[in-house]
């Protein structure tokens, strides 16, 4: 018995897959099962078509990102954006009012959402003051046993990378008892500082990804789930009948090309290059107390007074990412690194803010 199914939440564990006719599958020249119509869609190009519900999960789609990442494709599920992976591995995994998650502040969101979306409770252990490292003692005193631990690697929004030593030590602590969920968002920043290659020897270990960063493609939202394969059947029982639109499932394989790849690297390097010219130029600001290191696509700027250049910004049509309230990020913004020229109206604004 592997370890998803000895911590799948019992109302999981009971389920029964929904069949769909794709799922259920079948080869024949003429599919008079899934009530679609026959014809194609409003004003479709002839060699378009759109009236079939799409394969259960795209195949070629997981087979690609599996090359990509290194990963065997049964032990990778393609998602609606990584969003959908961590709501996945929290129904998946815990039981309502029951069983808890751990999330280290600050980090993204949507953990935090989802858990309590389910009602799921959250213990929070504080990265370290300054460095934003991981407290791994404190994971001696939690007093609930978790069953899933969510780590963010390079973490949003503080930009840094996590110790792998670190990592690995708190899946080896919880080997038997609950996944370590490492959150790989940004990972194209830093290709291999990855975890995905220790998924093998750690069984429980999870890594999630997503194409909607430096692959420049959030509105398309895929993602993917990376973990041995017990954990994959185990959403895949779960996920909805037919999660991933053709034509996204389409656009995904091409950016994962050979030439798609190559085009996202070059991306990826120009938005390095100009994050460490951006870096330079906040740092010699009067309203900036401090910048602080990022591999990733963003920055964390500590300000004097964060609402009023916030504000400031805002007036002048300039949208930041406020993080005054995350835990220990009092007067701290988040700022994208966007094209030269939305990055200069950003630099000019605050040089012209007193
Ligand atoms: C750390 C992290 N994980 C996951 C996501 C969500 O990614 P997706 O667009 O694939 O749902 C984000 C988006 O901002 C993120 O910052």
């Not at 599958?25 to 378009?48: D, R, T, V």
């Not at 602080?292 to 609402?307: A, I, Q, R």
């Not at 910004?313 to 939305?342: F, M, T």
Request: net charge negative; glycine share 4%.
């Amino acid at each position: 018995m592997g370890l998803a199914n000895k911590l799948a939440a019992p109302q999981i564990k009971k389920l029964v897959a929904y069949q769909s006719a794709r799922r259920i599958g079948g080869i024949g020249n003429n599919y008079l099962n899934a009530n679609e119509s026959p014809y194609p869609a409003y004003q479709m190009p002839k060699q378009e078509s759109w009236q079939r519900y799409p394969d259960f999960l795209p195949g070629d789609l997981t087979t690609k990102y599996g090359l990509y990442s290194g990963t065997p494709s049964d032990c990778v599920l393609t998602t609606r954006g990584a969003d959908e992976g961590i709501d996945l591995l929290i129904r998946a995994f815990c039981e309502p009012n029951k069983d808890s998650i751990v999330i280290n502040t600050p980090t993204y969101a949507m953990y935090d959402f989802i858990a309590e979306a389910h009602q799921v409770s959250i213990s929070k252990i504080a990265l370290t003051p300054g460095d934003f490292k991981l407290d791994v003692p404190a994971y001696g005193a939690l007093t609930a046993q978790p069953k899933i631990i969510f780590l963010c690697h390079p973490n949003n929004p503080t930009g840094n990378l996590l110790s792998r030593q670190d990592v690995l030590a708190l899946a080896k602590k919880y080997s038997d008892e609950a996944f370590v969920v490492v959150d790989e968002a940004y990972i194209e920043f830093t290709p291999s500082d990855s975890f995905a290659l220790d998924i093998a020897s750690t069984p429980n270990l999870i890594v999630l990804r997503t194409l909607s960063k430096a692959f420049s493609l959030a509105a398309v939202r895929i993602g993917f789930v990376l973990a041995n394969s017990d954990v994959i059947q185990l959403l895949a029982k779960l996920i909805a009948p037919y999660p991933i639109p053709d034509p996204c499932a389409r656009i995904a394989l091409n950016s994962l090309s050979e030439t798609g790849v190559s085009y996202m690297e070059a991306q990826r390097d120009r938005i390095l290059f100009s994050k460490a010219e951006v870096e330079k130029k906040l740092k010699a600001l009067s309203c900036v107390e401090r910048v602080y290191p990022s591999v990733t696509n963003f920055l964390l700027v500590k300000f004097e007074d964060s609402v009023k250049a916030f504000d400031y910004l805002v007036e002048h049509g300039i949208i930041l990412r406020d993080q005054a309230k995350q835990p220990g990020l009092e007067n701290h913004l988040r700022i994208s690194i966007g094209d030269d020229i939305d990055l200069q109206q950003m630099l000019d604004c605050l040089a012209s803010f007193k």
